[in-house]
């Protein structure tokens, strides 16, 4: 065939690829990615542990509070109508929809282990997906007295069966097996015959970050925790979507492909008796994509068991209407008991107040004038106790009269007061809010300061060098909108971003403005900050997982900005002009940008996707003619470093310094990121080998050709490099971490002066002529299997692949 090289006789183990030029064979395909890396590019946030930082924020969990809802006749229907409806929970900000789903979370976990056993978490008798979507056609039980046979449940002598009735009552109790007072065990089911266990999904939507508000966070955090405890799914489910979330799964097709894949495992577990209740709160803030969250819900209604809430919103209503197994409940209409849920948070939390802890008449009155002007808002309720806390007695009913009715009268009141402070404390109080509330996500008070000290750069009233503790002054004269746990400074509620950034943005700051501010502070610190080789590291080959953070971590306080620089270009572009500051960034510090991120493993969800959006912003402004003429510099280099960003994926996210070696070695020579970075990497890390030197300058434009191997050995990827001279005269095979290492076959011997042993065993590439040698032990992959060169017939082949002929594409042509 003409046009291609068929390198028939020689194959490739497990864990490997080829790449002959620029063009890469994938070859005899596993997992590059081991689970864990998976599930930690896969998913940003675990649930799991958001809900317990809701809990630490919000103070522990008051179960009695929940309660009503256990009894509530909607709830009932819903949990009882399975495996299918949707329950929406609705009601105004500040009603404690988020604890009222943490504790019907928490019951229903209580509830649903008595009816799993760890031994239905098993996929292990399945091989593919496909398996799985054709398990209709195995027979099931009839109902579920044939079903609870077949099963194993142990009811303890001491479970709280009356607990448990308010989750459906005793018949559906006496359906899994359980009565009251006795113990009861069934028979274990047969290996063949297996049914997994009922699960708990949940997702917390936060509108303040951007892990958390979008419809493709959501999906992801549901599909972590069907595919955490089933490592056998989760095999599963990386041989149909593929190795790696650094492809398909991240990009424009991404919710598509998320999507498909939770109806796909929804469906398929759902024939043989698996069953999801997927709990979403505060569904108005997913604030990106949510009609396709919707359409989802929509679609899966019919499988999976919905519970959500959000505040009472048009566009969910007209969603959730098309779902004839919906069922609703309106905290508005609920008054009673949730105004009986706030009275008995108020008297717990009242007797926390150091004030008047020894002043019952106060206490009594306090609790009073509280639950009078509360209107069945917990919200309203924790803002007002905060300030009590932080006030003297004599002092307390003066405040209580003040206090107005309604979380917005307060948030006007706590603005009110900011203004009355002194010149430089309201000036810093605005600025902190204004920063705060336009940030992506929560900031760190060192990230913070960073953005405070820029504030007032060129005035000379402000001092440029505030401390993390004058960052949390600031705070506390902001009043109760702001709170800070673990450092990290926190609005209050949502309800208190919307009001500062809608009904105060326009006394304190254009929210445009201050995105562009942020996004020109981003770019002065990290042009000030980041170095090459940040962290110091001697060894170019270090694997990520292998890198220690120093105790003062540089990228620390440079993190947000890292991230999200672009993001915030992108919300106040129309403040962007002649693109010179970024374009001397771009040309002085993108390699640094880029290694910062892959140290913070955060390159395959930021680096690309922020090109790729920074490219299309000025890709628009020069088709609207809008921009200046030295835009075109800018555009050049955002081409080139969307492509460059492509190729290095295959090394840079796993060995953070090979940024300056493999991805800029196989750059072609009329790249414009070569062409800018190499000098100054080849000054910073040394120079070429002098072999590699004069292959370069022999070759000509069809000349320059490698074959790469890449393989895992001992949970580390490995390369394994055939760099073929322009007559294709044969170069030594060696392993390594992945560094490259060239060979002179003339003189038999390799940079570092190893002699190459003219008994290692050899193998031809047919068609070519050229033996290829290789290190006598010849092993290039493990990981349970193991790639070899037979030492017989001198091919490189594992098990069933034996004998089969790998197809080569013509190399890459780089441009002379």
């Known amino acids: 065939m003409e046009g291609s090289r068929n390198f028939s006789g020689n194959t490739v183990g497990d864990n490997a690829e080829v790449i002959l030029g620029n063009t890469q064979v994938t070859v005899n395909t596993t997992t590059l990615d081991d689970d864990r890396i998976f599930l930690q590019e896969f998913s940003q946030i675990d649930p799991v542990y958001t809900k317990k930082d809701i809990l630490m924020r919000k103070g522990p969990l ?20 399975r495996p299918k409806g949707v329950l929406w929970i609705k009601g105004d900000p500040g009603k404690g929809k988020t604890m009222l789903l943490c504790g019907i979370i928490e019951k229903i976990e209580e509830f649903e282990q008595f009816k799993i056993s760890e031994r239905w978490k098993s996929l292990k008798i399945f091989r593919t ?42 018949g559906l109790l006496e359906q899994l097996g359980g009565e009251p007072g006795r113990r009861k065990k069934f028979e274990k089911f047969e290996e063949h015959d297996i049914r997994l266990p009922s699960d708990l999904l949940y997702f917390f939507c936060q509108a303040t970050d951007f892990r958390t508000n979008t419809a493709a966070a959501v999906i992801r955090g549901l599909i972590f925790i069907m595919l955490k405890p089933r490592p056998a799914l989760l095999k599963l489910v990386r041989e149909k979507y ?52 919707l359409n989802l819900i929509i679609k899966t209604s019919d499988t999976v068991q919905w519970l959500v809430s959000s505040r009472s919103e048009k566009h969910i209503e007209r969603k959730l209407t098309e779902i004839s197994q919906k069922v609703d409940l309106e905290l508005g209409q609920n008054a009673e008991q949730v105004s009986v849920s706030v009275d008995m948070y108020i008297n717990l939390q009242i007797q926390e107040i ?83 509330a336009t940030a992506m996500r929560p900031l760190h008070l060192t990230e913070l300061l960073l953005f405070i000290n820029a504030h007032w750069k060129d005035d000379k009233r402000f001092k440029t060098s505030f401390q993390p503790r004058d960052i949390r002054d600031m705070a506390k004269d902001c009043g109760s909108i702001l709170s800070i746990r673990g450092g990290i400074v926190y609005f209050v509620h949502q309800s208190a971003k919307d009001y500062i950034v809608e009904a105060a943005a326009r006394l304190i700051f254009p929210i445009q403005h201050q995105h562009y501010k942020m996004f020109e502070i981003s770019l002065d610190v990290m042009s000030s900050n980041l170095t090459y080789n940040i962290y110091g590291l001697t060894n170019p080959q270090i694997y990520v997982d292998d890198i220690s953070h120093p105790t003062v971590d540089p990228l620390a306080s440079l993190r947000y900005c890292c991230t999200f620089w672009v993001e915030h270009l992108a919300q106040g572009f129309e403040h962007f002009e002649d693109g010179s500051s970024l374009h001397s960034f ?12 892959a140290l913070k493993r955060n390159y395959i969800l930021h680096t690309l996707p922020a090109v790729q959006k920074l490219k299309r912003m000025i890709d628009s402004c020069c088709e609207s003619g809008s921009m200046k003429p030295q835009i075109g510099h800018l555009r050049q280099f955002l081409d080139d470093a969307c492509r460059f960003l492509t190729h290095s994926t295959t090394w840079v996210p796993h060995w953070p310094l090979q940024l300056y070696f493999l991805a800029i070695e196989f750059e072609p020579e009329d790249s414009v990121i070569k062409k800018t970075f190499n000098q100054t990497v080849r000054d910073r890390f040394g120079s070429l080998p002098a072999a590699f030197q004069m292959f370069q300058m022999r070759q000509s434009p069809l000349q320059r050709r490698a074959i790469t191997f890449t393989s895992k050995l001992d949970d580390r990827f490995l390369h394994h490099y055939l760099i073929f001279s322009p007559s294709w005269c044969p170069l030594h095979l060696k392993k390594t971490r992945p560094i490259l290492t060239y060979w002179n076959m003339e003189e038999k011997c390799s940079e570092d002066g190893e002699e190459v042993d003219e008994k290692m065993p050899k193998t031809t590439f047919p068609g070519l002529g050229h033996r290829i040698y290789v290190p006598r032990e010849g092993v290039m992959a493990s990981r349970g299997f193991h790639s070899y060169f037979n030492q017989e017939s001198l091919d490189l082949n594992r098990g069933p692949y034996q004998g089969h002929g790998l197809h080569v594409e013509d190399p890459y042509t780089y441009p002379g």
């Open 62 to 81: 008051l179960r009695d509070t929940c309660r009503w809802i256990l009894d509530h006749e909607a709830f009932k229907r819903w949990y009882c109508t």
């Open 354 to 436: 150091s004030a008047i802890q020894d002043d019952e008449d106060l206490q009594s009155k306090t609790s009073k004038i509280l639950k009078s002007k509360a209107s069945g808002t917990f919200l309203w309720a924790a803002l007002v106790i905060e300030q009590l806390r932080d006030t003297d007695h004599w002092q307390v009913e003066d405040v209580l009269k003040e206090i107005p009715e309604g979380l917005e009268s307060i948030y006007c009141l706590l603005l009110n007061r900011i203004d009355k402070l002194k010149a430089k404390a309201r000036e810093a109080c605005q600025a902190l809010l204004s920063v705060v």
């Open 242 to 293: 593929g190795d790696g979330p650094k492809g398909q799964l991240i990009g424009d097709k991404a919710l598509a492909i998320l999507c498909d894949m939770f109806e796909t495992i929804v469906r398929a577990l759902g024939r043989i008796d698996e069953y999801f209740i997927c709990v979403v709160d505060a569904l108005d803030e997913c604030i990106e994509d949510c009609d396709h969250l």
């Open 586 to 597: 771009l040309t002085d510090k993108f390699l640094c940008w880029v290694e910062s991120l």
């Open 129 to 170: 997906l496909e398996e799985l979507e054709e398990l209709e056609k195995l027979e099931r039980p009839a109902n579920f007295s044939e079903f609870k046979k077949s099963q194993h449940f142990d009811f303890e002598e001491n479970t709280n069966v009356e607990g448990y009735e308010r989750f459906g009552g005793l």
